[in-house]
Structure formats: C-alpha cells, structure tokens
C-alpha cells in the first residue's frame, strides 16, 4: 500500500477511539440512497450548473471545462474527500488564478498546472499537514477572498455591459468609462433581470415565498434571463459548447520555470486554504442541524487534502478547471438534508448527464446572464460579516493589506504582503504595554494592560516600586500573556512587600498566574486552581482579600467578575440576545460533589439543568409534585431539547436514607419533607427487590454494594417514569426525542453511560469510549442491565 493512501483499518481504529464519549455510538456505514440524499444532489445539481458555465466563463476558458471540473469535483473528491458533505467543483475564488495562467500560458499548460497542483496536494496530504492551514490569520484568508471577489466584479462589468474584461483590475477599471459608452442595451437588460431575480427571489413573502425558494435563486435567474432572451429574440452572444471531440486536454508545460512554478504554488494555496477552510464550516453546520440526520462524521482534513488533490490531478488531465471545495453549493448540500456522500457524488453524475444530453438547452444562455451570476457572487466574496468581525479584533489592517495587495498585485504576493502585516501587527501588540499606578482610598492600585514580556519589565519594576512598603496592593493583568522576565520580577516584588508586611491581590484575566497559587506542604502546587474558591479545598489553602476573610463565596464572585466575566460577556450577551436553545435535560442529584458543568464539559447554553434529592422524577399519577414535571414538560415543549439525561452518583444520601426506611431504622421519616420526598424512590425499591429483573450493573464489575445498586436502578426507574409523562411520551413517538442514563463515581471521577432501547424493561449496552490516545480527567464508562453479556471496555 503507498504511504500517501489512508490506511482504513487503522483509521476507523483511531476514530473509534476518539469518538467522543457522550455522543451516540457509531453505527455501521449504510452504503444505500437515501431519499435526502437523492433530494439534496438535485438541488446542489440545480445551483452547480449555472455557476459552473458563469466560472468558466469569468476566467475565459472553455466553458466545458466549467463541466468537468464540476464532475470531477462531485464523483471524486466526493467519494475520495474527507468532508462527506462537502461539494466541489470550480470556485469563484479560484477565477483570478486561472484567468491569470490562461492570458500567460494558454489553456493547455493551465490544465498541466492544475494537474501538477493538485499531484503537490497529494503530497500534503501525505504529510499529514492540513492542520497546519487553519493557522493562517483569518483576516488574511477573508482578505483575499475579498480581492478576488473585487477582481471578478469588476472584470464582469464588462460583459454585463456588452463588452470584453482587460487582464487586470486596473485596466478594467481604465477601460470602464469607455465601456459605458458604447454598452449594448440587450445586454443590459439582461443582467438586470437576472440580478434582480437573483436578489429578488429569496426574499419572497408569505407561505407562497417559502415554497418557491426552494428552487435555487441562480437558476431561477438564468433561466428567466434566457426565456426572455430567447422569445424576444434578442441578439447576445451565447453559451458555445463544441463537440467533446475538439475538447483540448492537458497538455506539456510551456514556460519559464520560475513562473510555472510560482502558477502551482498559487493554485495549491487557493485550492487548499479554500476546501479545508470549507471543510470546517461544513462541519460547524453539520453540528447546528437538528434530528437523526445530523449525525455525521467530523472532516478528516488530511483526507479532504488528498481527496482535492486527486481531483486536481484527474480535472486536470481531462481539460478541466482547478477544484476546490465550494461554500453555496455545500450549504445548500447540508441545508437539504445530505447524509452522507452519495449526494455528492450523484450531484457529479447529474453533471455529467447535463453535459451529455442538455447542449441544445444550455447553448441558449445568454453569456450576460452568467456574467451577472458571477459577478454577484465576486461581491458576496466581500463579505460586511468578515468586515465586522477583523474590525472588532482590531485586524482590519491585515484585511485590507491582502485585499488591496491580490487586487493589485496578484494572489500569491497579496497573501505575502498579508502574512507580513500579520506578523507585524502581533509583534505591535506584543510589544504594547500599558502599565498605570494609582491610589485610591489607602490601597494602591496598578494595572498592566497588554502582553506582559521582558520589554516591560523596567516599566513593572518602576509602578511596583512606587508602592510604599507595608501598603495594601492590587495588580491588576489584563493580558493574556506574562512571559518568564515579567513572572520572575513580579513574583520577587511580591514575596519583597509580602515580608515587609505588605499585601497583594492579584486580579484580571492572569489572576490565576502560578504566581498567585499557593504551595502545600511539600512544596508542591495546587493543580485545582479554578476550583478553589468555592469548595472544601485540601491541597492548599486560599487567601481571600484582606475584607473578605471568611466570605468565600464573595470572594469567588469577586474573582469570576474580574477573571471569567471578560472572557465569557460576548457568549453571555449572545444568549441573551437569542434566549436559550439547550439541546438536552440534564436531571441529576442536588449533591454538591456532583458539578454537571465539568463532568459534561459544557458551558453557558448547553443543558437545561434540573437537580432535586435523589435524582427523581416523580410519576404523573402521583400528582403531589408538579415541580419536576413542569420543567419536564417546558423543556420538551417549549425548549424543544432533543435528549433527556437522568444521572445519578455513587453514595447518594437520598438512596441510603431510602435503604434505612426499607430496613426499619429511618421509620418516621415520611412525616417530614424530606420523607415525602423519598416516597417518588420507593418503586426504585421494589425494582431492585424484584428478583425476576437483572440488576443494573457497572460493565465487567458488580455494583460495590447495596447502595449502588439503588443508585444504578434508581436511575433505570426514573427514565420509567419520564416516559409515562404525556410530553416526554409524544415526543418519543415523534422521534424528536431520546432518553439517556448516566451514573457517576464520585470516589473515581469516572461515568457510566446507559443507552439502548426500551423494550420490556430491558437496555441493552452500546456504545465505546475514548481510547487510551492520552489520559483524560475523567473515563467514560459503560453501564449495562443484562447479566453478564457486555465486559468493560475502556
């Protein structure tokens, strides 16, 4: 086997190992059709035909080669890629590059230049560096994508005006008085109405709106465009497609080396930076899709590499355009529903059939109408969202840098001149300290604001040392980085001043700095850090502030305001904005050992969160209790939570209080609140007692003792009564909704996970965890309640 070739085998290993531990288990591959699948490929095919000739077109080469590329890009990389739902074919963002090749060296050595660029991807993907493309600076990949989309634009004005584009952005725009002119009414009037529709359609009110824009915007545009074209008659220049036998293919590479070269490295840097910055959108809306349908595999970028690689090579050889993958046509992939590859490769072979078998139908569009779709989509390119977010990070030099400089200078010397001002910028920042003292109410303040490095350290020593000795003292980082000079000098001042009798608060964003950590007994540091100051901590002791000794709790907040509260206000404000959109219930016990944030490793958003005593949810026809139910029913019909999670723990007071009442010794509890309470645990009782059911047990192990028994079935019997709630019921019929069981040992910080279906009381264990890739905090289990048929897997 060749080394570039994925090994399958050991690749379906590792995945398997690192499937994450609460998502569903893997199921085996379906190779069938799906009817989404079939759905989904129409509608890529639809919006992929006239984008493909519009390419084609905007870089001036044979509009069959807009087809192909579109094939190949659909049947190869579609079934070679790494990102399943991912859609290649000729990219907008690729149009400058091959113009360019084609006006230098003709179309056959553009061909060979795609070939050689994508033989150069297979080699990337050999060596296993696809991560290493996310690295770039953001706002340099969306710079340039803004200056190709400028230098297509402008180059289309020309043809939607009834001209013909100049090589460069400059000379079109030199030529573009002219061009006014002399424009050709005819074709005015038809990249009107095709911009018009264009813009027009999927902004349609009412029901009627919403059933038409299902049909793609281009299409509808083009195919107006031409209807009206042709029953006007018209006279426009129109799509020319020749015989396939007069198709040129791939030819030697004519050329100085240097700029050959220098072709390839710009066509594997588009190609790839483009598909795999791709490839991670598609999985970030694969992620944002409800129901069964969205479980799909995450992007295996170094595949995608060769994938793209491989059609580069073939749409090469075949008299093809350069591949890569394209972002309208995967949205609209995952939007319709895609599960799986086979929609992009059916996409291909409808390509293919359209090539084949629609020439008479495709020669009657009018070449204005795909001028006006390309050039639109060369403005979506400058994208206002992109503008915002380099503007918000204060990088709208480096935005404007690598616009400016593929604009005027080509490609590969804007990205250059882009990376450049990147480096530069961090350098700036890096560099740039800010640091201030003052006093106010007896206690000194001083605060440092920017990156902490040894180029500011006689700066800190300055503001530190204005500090008299035996002050109070506050520091304040607001960075995000303290290098080794600025902690060794910060941290003699403070042992200086805290000898002296001094005190020092350290706050901001590196307020836990090891610094401020303090050292048991043995010298050693406290890895519990962002936990200390809200729990019975062991490993070393926390010195709230001066005015806060013995208020933890006000000194835990004081610490989230100052060091959380910055880093997480954007996200807060987002959901505050949006309300709520859990995607689970997570219902488990009020103990204080049991932190769902951590154990789930979630955060703000994530789970609805309902704790009570002993995990219960009581049944609807004891209707004493209406609190559990009604966050039940809230979740399910107003949140519209797609699972429901009931967790329980090891040595739960409530299951030991309910074995003492079983046993004689807690007789009299039931008269208090608590006791009422318990009464929802009893049928958790009566089920363990049960000798006819097989207990709940960890896999490969028995339950320690009677109390996890109870703990194990109590969590069995509370997904009982979930379901003979009317929400949680009709949901489950709807299949809108799953149940989950969960337990957690406290005393080893591991979690058993319980899934499978309902059906006479029985669950039957599936599922894997994480491998041994590295050792995690905490070990996800599996929990079975047959006897003796599933062993421990770790």
């Not at 634009?153 to 030199?174: C, K, M």
């Amino acid at each position: 086997m060749p080394a570039c070739v994925p090994d399958h085998t050991a690749k379906s290993a590792r995945t398997e190992r690192s499937h994450p531990p609460h998502s569903p288990p893997r199921r085996p591959r379906r190779l069938g059709l799906t009817g989404t699948d079939v759905s989904a490929s129409v509608a890529v095919f639809l919006i992929a035909l006239p984008l493909s000739l519009g390419i084609a077109l905007a870089t001036g080469a044979p509009l069959r080669a807009g087809l192909v590329a579109a094939a190949v890009g659909g049947l190869v990389a579609g079934q070679l890629g790494g990102s399943p739902l991912q859609v290649s074919g000729p990219a907008a963002g690729l149009t400058v590059v091959t113009a360019d090749l084609i006006q230098r060296y003709g179309w056959r050595t553009t061909c060979a230049v795609t070939v050689l660029a994508g033989l150069a991807q297979l080699a990337l993907g050999c060596l296993r560096v696809a991560r290493g493309a996310l690295a770039v600076s953001p706002a340099v990949v969306h710079g340039m994508l803004a200056g190709i989309g400028v230098t297509i634009a402008v180059a289309q004005v020309h043809i939607v005006l009834g001209g013909s584009p100049q090589s460069s952005v400059l000379d079109n725009l030199g030529a573009l008085p002219a061009q006014l002119t002399g424009l050709d009414p005819a074709a005015l009037a038809v990249s009107a109405l095709t911009l018009t529709l264009l813009l027009s359609w999927p902004r349609l009110p009412g029901r009627a709106g919403r059933l038409l824009g299902r049909v793609p915007a281009a299409l509808v545009a083009v195919a107006a465009a031409t209807a009206v074209a042709s029953l006007t008659g018209l006279v426009l220049p129109r799509v020319d497609l020749p015989s396939w036998r007069s198709h040129a293919l791939a030819g030697l590479p004519q050329g100085p080396v240097l700029g050959l070269v220098a072709a390839v490295l710009s066509t594997t840097l588009v190609c790839s930076v483009q598909s795999l910055l791709g490839a991670v959108a598609v999985d970030k809306l694969v992620a944002g899709r409800a129901g069964p349908a969205a479980r799909v595999g995450r992007s295996d970028l170094d595949r995608e590499l060769l994938g793209q690689g491989a059609a580069n090579a073939v749409s090469g050889a075949l008299g093809g355009l350069p591949v890569a993958g394209v972002a309208v046509r995967s949205t609209a992939n995952v939007r319709a529903g895609a599960v799986s590859r086979n929609s992009t490769m059916l996409h291909g072979v409808l390509v293919v059939i359209a090539a084949l078998l629609m020439v008479p139908v495709l020669e009657l569009v009018p070449l204005a109408s795909l001028a006006a779709l390309v050039m639109a989509v060369g403005i979506q390119m400058v994208s206002p969202h992109h503008i915002r977010t380099v503007t918000r990070h204060q990088e709208v030099p480096v935005y404007a840098a690598t616009a400016l400089g593929v604009v005027a200078l080509g490609i590969l010397q804007g990205v250059t001149l882009g990376i450049a001002v990147a480096v530069a910028v961090a350098l700036r920042r890096l560099a740039r300290t800010r640091i201030t003292h003052e006093e106010r109410k007896g206690v000194h303040h001083v605060h440092v604001r920017g990156q902490l490095t040894f180029l500011a350290v006689p700066r800190l020593s300055r503001a530190l040392h204005l500090v008299p000795s035996g002050a109070a003292a506050v520091v304040r980082l607001d960075g995000s980085f303290v290098d080794h000079a600025a902690y060794e000098s910060l941290q003699d001042w403070q042992r200086t001043h805290t000898a002296q009798g001094g005190s020092v608060e350290l706050t901001g964003r590196r307020a836990g700095v090891r610094i401020a950590e303090p050292a048991g007994p043995d010298g050693a540091r406290c890895r519990c850090r962002p936990w200390t100051p809200w729990r019975n901590h062991q490993c070393g002791s926390t010195a709230p502030a001066p005015g806060d000794r013995g208020h933890r709790l006000a000194h835990g907040i004081r610490a989230f305001q100052h060091s959380t509260a910055p880093r997480v206000r954007e996200e807060l404000a987002r959901l505050a904005r949006e309300g709520q959109r859990p995607s689970q219930l997570f219902l488990t016990c009020a103990d204080s050992r049991l932190v769902t944030s951590m154990i789930t490793s979630s955060g703000p958003g994530d789970l609805f969160v309902v704790r009570n005593v002993g995990n219960l949810v009581p049944p609807p026809w004891q209707g004493d209790d209406d609190s559990v139910a009604a966050a039940v029913e809230y979740a399910v019909d107003v949140l519209g939570v797609r699972s429901i999670t009931v967790c329980g723990h090891s040595g739960c007071g409530a299951m030991q209080a309910l074995l003492a009442s079983a046993s004689g010794s807690g007789s009299g509890q039931t008269r208090t609140p608590l006791g009422r309470w318990l009464r929802h645990g009893l049928p958790s009782l009566e089920r363990m007692a049960d000798d006819g059911r097989p207990d709940p047990r960890p896999a490969g192990r028995p339950p320690a003792d009677a109390v996890e028994r109870l703990c194990l079935t109590n969590v069995v019997q509370q997904l009982e009564h979930l379901r003979a709630h009317d929400s949680v019921a009709r949901a489950l019929r709807e299949g809108t909704l799953e149940l989950h069981g969960m337990y957690f040992h406290v005393g080893e910080a591991e979690a058993y996970l319980l899934t499978g279906a309902h059906g006479e009381e029985t669950f039957t264990l599936v599922g894997a965890t994480d491998g041994p890739q590295a050792t995690p905090p905490l070990a996800i289990r599996e929990v079975s309640d047959t006897t003796g048929e599933t062993a421990l897997r770790e």
